[in-house]
Every structure is written in C-alpha cells, then in structure tokens.
C-alpha cells in the first residue's frame, strides 16, 4: 500500500466536471506507468474495485485482466452484476470463477467468527494466486486503495477487504484512487458511467454473508439470509431509505424459535434487521424506520422466505454495538 499524503491544496471532486478532470490525468498516468504491460485486478463488485476497473479499461482496455471470486457469500444479484457490467457491457478481460462450494465446504461446522474470516481470506489468497499462475506477462498489481485505507492501515482497520495478497507477488502497484474519499471515488464512477446502484453499493464486508450467518455456516440459513436480504434492500429502495441509511442488512443467528404456518407449530429462524448511519464507522446511530415499513418488510421476509418465522429490529448504537455482528 502506498505510503502516500493528500496534498492540502487537492480540491475534493464533488461535480462531473471535476471527475472528468481527474479520470483525464489518472488515464494519462496509468498509460506512463504501465505501458504495453498486463495489470491484474481482483474485482470483488464493491465500490472502490469497480470504479478502479472502469478506470483501467477506459485507460488501458484489454491490458487489464479482472479477476471475480464469488465465494458464495455474495449478496443476492452481485456476482450476475459483475458479468453483465464489466464482462458485458465494458467488454472487460474477465475471469469468473465460482469457488462457492469450495468456500462452504471448508467453512462447514466452524463457528468462531475470526477462523470463519480467517478460512475465508486465506482461501482468497490461494484462489487469487492459482489464477495469476495461470497468466503470463503480469506486470502490474491494480488495487482500489483509497485514502481512508491507508490512514487506516497503521492499526486502525484490522480486517481491509477480504484479505492481503501473496507476499510473492512482486508486482508494482496501481492505486488510481488512492487519494480520494469515498463520496470522491463515487463521483468519479458515476462520470465513468458505472450504475448508479453499483457506484452508491454500501460498504459490505469482504467475508461477505460469512458474518451475517451467524455461527456455523449452513447451506439453507444462508439461503434464507441472502433472500431476506433481497427483501429488505428492495423494500429500502422502494421507500427512499436506501439512500438515506449508511448501511443496512439482515443477520441470522444459529437459533430457531416456534411459529405457526398453515395451521401447524413449526420451529424457524429469526431475521435481525440492522441500519445505521456514520460518517466514519467509529460510531453509528440507529436510524429511524417507520413501523409500517418495518410491518410490509416483517410480511413480506415471513411469507416468501423458507425457513423465517419471526423478524427483529436491532436498535443498538456503537458504542456500545459494533455494527456487523461477527
């Protein structure tokens, strides 16, 4: 990671025009720096990697290759995204691998929290050098560093992304955004055309879904949690929340409790519904949801998803809560 500083005189990119200038003198950079050579990028769908791959293409086309690991943990429609965007719509160098069993297989049965993040970066790690064994004249490493990153990485952020790449991976680096702040780095994607729902994507952690399956990962808890999810995304976008909240999601915790369905008990698992909002994910407030809102979502998660019988708002702040559960 570069051991850069923001220069007090850099103006923060907030209108097109702006972003324009600063995609011109990025793309001029990045063609100086790289010349005739292959960059490789692991493109995870997540804000700062996307606008950094838009960025490439535009700058570099071809040269770059991008690599997506769907680690099964994704959040409903990302991976499909991902494809359509950058393998269809920008013609991008795209390689897809679907390792979602090989993830599930190996995070069978463990429920510490730091073994499940461990397995899951760790095996990020291998998959992500299998691939780049496999290519030749990879002379550069792209990564969408941004400049909290790199205040961050003195001890701050113990868990960036979904984990460091192979110390033997002796490629020079190209950070394009590693100056800029996250409201920068969406101006910028926007005035690079990337959708807006993926520029305006909220911060997901890389053990994706790994931390919201609560304790041992089972196949059908995260199915259910990935499509009550779904839910509570569509029904924020619906009533004009998804904006307005920093994030939000659902978790789902290892425990059933009794419901009724058609008449008979059944025992099923409880949705947590958990939205905040931050400026800088030190400390987060609990933001306001409607009950009416909260009773069509409720509806709607227990009577579509299999296996939820009961939903439950979590309404505490950090401190004294950190905002993902694991």
């Known amino acids: 990671m570069q051991s850069v500083v923001r220069p007090e005189s850099m ?46 293409i535009k700058a570099i086309g071809k040269q ?4 997506h690991v769907n680690h099964g943990l994704m959040r409903k429609g990302e991976s499909e995204q991902v494809i359509e965007v950058f393998g269809k719509e920008l013609d ?20 510490d929290p730091e073994t499940k993040r461990k397995i899951i970066g760790n095996e990020f790690i291998k998959i992500f050098d299998e691939e780049a064994k496999k290519l030749e004249g990879i002379s550069f490493l792209a990564q969408g560093t941004i400049y909290p990153d790199i205040i961050e990485s003195k001890g701050v952020k113990a868990h960036h992304n979904v984990g460091g790449l192979p110390e033997e991976m002796k490629m020079e ?8 702040y996250k409201d920068e780095v969406r101006v910028v994607g926007e005035a690079l055309g990337l959708p807006h729902a993926m520029v305006y994507r909220q911060p997901f952690p890389g053990p994706g879904l790994g931390v919201r399956c609560l304790g041992a990962i089972t196949r ?8 009550a999810d779904a839910i509570l995304r569509e029904e924020f976008d619906n009533c004009g929340l998804a904006e307005k909240v920093w994030q939000y999601f659902i978790a789902i ?36 949801i409607p009950y009416s809102v909260l009773h069509h979502i409720t509806d709607r998660i227990t009577h579509e998803v299999e296996g939820i019988n009961r939903v439950l708002l979590d309404l505490t702040p950090k401190p004294i809560g950190t905002i993902e559960w694991e």
């Open 11 to 56: 103006a923060r990119i907030t209108t097109p025009e702006l972003a324009n200038a600063f995609i011109e003198e990025q793309v001029a950079k990045v063609r100086a720096q790289v010349g005739d050579k292959k960059v490789l990028l692991a493109l995870s769908g997540g804000v700062d990697s996307s606008v950094v791959a838009a960025l490439l």
């Open 64 to 67: 770059l290759v991008c690599v």
């Open 92 to 111: 991008a160098n795209l390689i897809y691998i679907d390792a979602t069993d090989r993830y599930l297989d190996l995070l069978k049965d463990v429920a």
């Open 173 to 180: 680096l190209v950070e394009p955004v590693a100056l800029l």
């Open 220 to 227: 059908d808890r995260l199915h259910a949690l990935r499509e």
């Open 253 to 288: 915790p290892d425990v059933k409790s009794v419901g009724v369905k058609d008449g008979k008990r059944y025992e099923g698992w409880p949705a947590i519904i958990r939205a905040v909002n931050t400026k800088d994910a030190m400390t987060a407030t609990i933001e306001e």
